[in-house]
């Protein structure tokens, strides 16, 4: 029987197990031309072609960058919660 994160193939049952990635995306995916950062997260584009091959490290330390960045080119940061 399958449940949640689990398929079944040939018969076998394989739970599908995909690691956690930070990230600052909230499915505001605009990138302003003129600042060149998405204006939901702060992100440019070379940082989101390559987050999901980054280290956590690196994706945190540019995630506390942000809000600085987005406020520097004029936008309001996402609240955080």
């Known amino acids: ?3 949640g994160g689990d398929c079944l193939a040939r018969g076998r049952d394989f739970r599908l197990i995909a690691p956690m990635i930070s990230s600052p995306c909230n499915k505001i995916c605009v990138i302003d031309g003129l600042a060149d950062i998405c204006i939901g997260c702060g992100r ?3 940082e989101i072609a390559r987050w999901g091959r980054m280290s956590e490290d690196e994706r945190l330390a ?3 960058t942000l809000p600085e960045r987005m406020r520097a080119k004029g ?7």
């Open 75 to 81: 936008f309001t940061p996402p609240a955080t919660t």
């Open 1 to 3: 029987m399958s449940n």
């Open 44 to 46: 440019s584009l070379p």
């Open 62 to 64: 540019i995630m506390a």
